[in-house]
């Protein structure tokens, strides 16, 4: 019975704070609304009229668990591999919606060529060495990554940007250290590092 009644108190302060989280939102956009002359779109309710605002999306999950010491450590080794090669992921896409909207405005294949080779000798330059250092186990998940950020895997964005020799030659070589640079990235496969990259990014 106790143990109930704490877990009602528990649940209770929560949804409290839930609540009260909400209306500061929703106070947000009224106020502004109420200083710029906006409108804002209600709903009327048996002739009550509510004003009414959409909330971003919060996922809201219970503390993790583990079976034994052992799979706790492991999640913790793929969470401080993940912290380490999530920055470069993160350049990786900027980089590719940069590239992709510069390439845009290129007409001509030569002018197009000269300027991914000069990005690719400054990335070159800014990464050789830091991504040298990774292991292969942190190489495996930087390729799912980039695929997470730029929705196109480690092998077609090279096909795409140098030739598909070279995706063919890297992913070949990649192979030998036991993973394909045609991995996709699936959330629902990767629950566990995908978990990680929200955390990292405050959606959890």
Same mark, same amino acid.
């Given at each position: 019975m106790l143990e109930q009644m704490l877990k009602y108190q528990v649940v209770n302060f929560f949804m409290k704070r839930i609540l009260i989280f909400s209306f500061m939102v929703c106070l947000a956009p009224l106020a502004h609304a109420q200083n710029s002359g906006m409108l804002l779109p209600t709903l009327v309710l048996n002739g009550d009229t509510f004003l009414t605002c959409t909330l971003q999306e919060v996922v809201v999950v219970s503390k993790r668990t583990f079976k034994d010491p052992i799979a706790q450590a492991q999640f913790n080794q793929l969470r401080k591999n993940v912290l380490i090669v999530y920055p470069y992921a993160k350049e990786a896409g900027d980089l590719f919606r940069d590239i992709n909207e510069q390439l845009s405005a290129m007409d001509r294949k030569k002018e197009r060529k000269k300027y991914v080779k000069e990005r690719e000798k400054e990335l070159d330059q800014l990464y050789e060495n830091s991504l040298k250092n990774l292991t #292969?186990? &942190?190489?495996?998940? %930087? #390729?799912?990554? +980039?695929?997470? !950020?730029?929705? &196109?895997? #480690?092998?077609? %964005? +090279?096909? !795409?940007?140098?030739n598909p020799f070279s995706a063919f030659y890297w992913n070949k070589l990649s192979g030998l250290y036991g993973y394909s640079l045609k991995q996709d990235y699936d959330p629902q496969e990767d629950r566990d590092i995908e978990m990680i990259v929200r955390s990292i990014e405050g959606t959890l």
């Open positions: #292969v186990t &942190q190489g495996a998940i %930087l #390729v799912k990554l +980039i695929a997470r !950020e730029t929705g &196109q895997n #480690v092998y077609d %964005l +090279i096909s !795409e940007f140098k």
